[in-house]
């Protein structure tokens, strides 16, 4: 088995702030919905091969819960996110490079140097 993929709220009508923050500032390519649920809303992006499914909510709980993305440059990453205006978190040291952000609905991001978690 292996992680496919994760999903998070975000509200009705923002999939122009997804794209905005997940493809414009990330990077990532949008993955096209299949025709039913497109009609439901929301985005669907490829990290790499793992999917990130952002889905329409009613509200956005679990404001804790968070995902992993490894990063090449983490520093770089920090860095254009800052400039954009998005709030960075250092959270609690761990033995590698990282640092947390949050999408524009408030989902938790973690971003970390490549191996870190795994260590290689």
Known sequence: MRLSHVNLPMPRG???????????LLGLP????P???AARGGCWFDAGGLDVHL??????????RHF?????????LEGRLREAGV?????RSAPWKRFFARD?????IEFHEVGGLRGG
């Open 14 to 24: 923002r999939e122009a702030d997804a794209r905005r923050f997940y493809h414009d």
């Open 35 to 37: 025709g039913e649920l």
């Open 87 to 91: 709030e960075i978190d250092r959270g």
């Open 104 to 108: 524009p609905f408030g989902n938790r």
């Open 68 to 76: 992993g993305l490894e990063v090449a440059d983490v520093a770089a």
């Open 30 to 33: 949008e993955v096209p919905k």
């Open 55 to 64: 889905s329409v909510a009613d509200d956005a709980a679990g404001a804790q």
